[in-house]
């Protein structure tokens, strides 16, 4: 069944509502964070559109980490925002220069404790598009398939089978996130989620290292019908070790041709007055593509 504009207007609308009740039903404050700052969050993978101002360089953010993580440190247990997101040179059927994040925070959890969270917020996604879809969720021909529990697969396991290499053995990030995007993802499951989880210390972004083995990050992406649709970490709160890491993000740009960006101090002054914590990003209008059978992304904007 192909949605009409006005179809998928009243579908976004369910799906927002479902989720916004989701999370105040879970004891969840709802945030609203600015999408500019002069000293954004540094990672080599994601370039950002700039605005100059009064002899000043602001920057659109790709996520509200930036102001959303460091309000853990009031005491403020579990915390969420819908907000716009902006990457530049990404356009795709699944890629788009502005785009709608949710993202959430949970005080005194790991990375595991967000399993159930995106278990259930698939769950009451789905049903909450009944009255436009039906009780059957559709994509590229095949029916999806939400029971539970989700398929976990751990990182190593992928790429042994799939790509025929180790990557906590051999670091090659090049080679890494071509395997990932055209050996491993095709492999994944075409009608249901599946965690891609425990990825190599040097792709830890801002996540934690698992006390056990220092070689593992404690950080997975949640996959539907093949299609990432979230990312969630550990998160890291040690001020001293993330400075590091964006140094050498800022390292990474400049050999890819970008200019390095400043250090967000006020970021990393909070994080040793934040508790330990589980975080996760979930891209809203990936989710209501797939949800919708939507062949692009773009369909599911709400723009005519």
């Not at 995106?118 to 769950?123: G, Q, T």
């Not at 990182?155 to 080679?175: N, Q, S, T």
Request: hydrophobic letters at 40%.
């Amino acid at each position: 069944m192909h949605l009409g504009k006005r179809e998928i207007i009243i579908s976004r609308h369910l799906l927002l509502k479902a989720i916004r009740e989701w999370f105040f039903s879970n004891g969840f404050i709802e945030v609203q964070v600015p999408v500019l700052s002069k000293t954004p969050i540094p990672e080599a993978t994601i370039d950002l559109f700039s605005i100059g101002n009064k002899g000043q360089t602001f920057y659109l953010l790709s996520s509200p980490e930036l102001y959303l993580k460091p309000l853990l440190s009031l005491n403020l247990k579990k915390i969420f925002s819908i907000t716009p997101a902006f990457r530049k040179e990404e356009r795709g059927p699944y890629h788009l220069e502005q785009f709608f994040i949710l993202e959430w925070y949970r005080a005194k959890s790991t990375y595991k404790d967000l399993f159930f969270d995106c278990e259930e917020l698939l769950d009451i996604s789905s049903s909450a598009l009944s009255p436009v879809l039906g009780d059957k969720r559709i994509f590229k021909g095949k029916e999806i398939d939400l029971s539970r529990p989700f398929q976990c697969l751990e990182v190593k396991d992928a790429f042994e089978k799939y790509a025929g290499w180790d990557p906590f053995k051999k670091k090659d990030e090049l080679h890494f996130y071509e395997d990932l995007a055209f050996k491993i993802e095709p492999n994944l499951p075409e009608d249901r989620p599946i965690f891609l989880m425990d990825y190599p210390d040097w792709a830890s972004s801002l996540s934690k290292l698992k006390n056990e083995n220092r070689n593992v990050c404690e950080r997975f992406e949640l996959y539907l019908c093949g299609i990432e649709l979230a990312n969630g970490f550990s998160e890291l709160m040690d001020p001293v070790e993330q400075r590091q890491r964006f140094l050498i993000e800022n390292k990474k740009r400049e050999k890819q041709g970008l200019k390095p960006l400043p250090i967000p101090e006020k970021f990393l002054s909070k994080l040793k007055d934040c508790p330990e914590a589980s975080g996760i990003a979930l891209g809203i209008d990936r989710l209501l593509m797939i949800l919708t059978n939507s062949k692009n992304i773009e369909e599911v904007q709400a723009v005519i």
